[in-house]
């Protein structure tokens, strides 16, 4: 078998395919490369991330086959039961989140700069394939928060289907910033890849506001025309 490459030598998925030895525990924050972030245990056929949760890989034909079986058990529902799916999941995640960030960073998640605390919280998730992202703070006066999602796992499978795909990951932002400023919030996809634009563009506020932006975007009303239309309504940060 042969030896590990010697110090600061980049490792492929080869040289731990090959050579199976743990992951060096090493301490520092930016740990988001394929051979740092995942511990493979080879002989229990297990991958674990840094933070300790389970992951596996999944192709895009496992992807499509699970939307294909969910659309054929409950319909036209099946937006909702994902959007609902993504929603449990953030929730779940952004308790975990409590834990793993007060630990590495030794202050609390709610006394910590959003912007930095949001991208150290999807940071993970770009290791594990799921896009790329980018918080807009340009309606934050309007109280509404801005999420872009590049290379969306979902809408890149599905390919251009003419209509928002990504239920999971609005589920997800829903669920994860409800934790987070503890109060409910709700989301909506106002733009996808799957629509034929070049990158997927949520909107998280509280849920008469996103009801609206629903149907705004049934309407098929273009994200510039939302946009405008979010300056009255209410916001992620109200208190009332």
């Known amino acids: 078998m042969p030896g590990m490459p010697g110090k600061g030598t980049v490792l492929t998925t080869a040289d731990w395919l090959e050579n199976p030895t743990p992951t060096p525990v090493i301490q520092k924050h930016n740990h988001y490369d394929l051979t740092t972030f ?3 245990d080879l002989a229990q056929g297990k991958v674990t991330d840094w933070n300790g949760a389970v992951n596996f890989f999944a192709s895009e034909d496992l992807i499509t086959g699970l939307l294909d079986g969910l659309t054929e058990e409950v319909g036209e529902a099946a ?3 994902l959007y609902q799916i993504g929603r449990q999941w953030g929730t779940f995640d952004g308790q975990a989140f409590d834990q793993w960030f007060t630990a590495e960073f030794q202050r609390p998640v709610r006394q910590t700069n959003l912007l930095f605390l949001l991208e150290t919280w999807w940071w993970p998730f770009t290791a594990q394939g799921w896009g790329r992202w980018e918080v ?14 590049f290379d969306s796992a979902i809408a890149r499978t599905l390919g251009v289907v003419g209509k928002p795909v ?6 997800l932002f829903a669920g994860f910033l409800s934790h987070l400023v503890q109060r409910s919030l709700e989301c909506a996809e106002i733009q996808c890849y799957a629509m034929g634009a070049t990158y997927c563009r949520f909107v998280v506020g509280k849920a008469p506001a996103i009801q609206q932006v629903n149907g705004w975007v049934s309407q098929g009303l273009s994200v510039r025309d939302i946009e405008q239309k979010l300056a009255g309504g209410q916001g992620v940060w109200a208190t009332t």
């Open 79 to 81: 937006p909702v039961v």
């Open 38 to 40: 995942f511990r493979w």
């Open 166 to 171: 990504c239920h999971l990951y609005a589920g």
């Open 136 to 149: 807009d703070l340009s309606l934050q006066k309007q109280n509404f928060l801005l999420v872009n999602i």
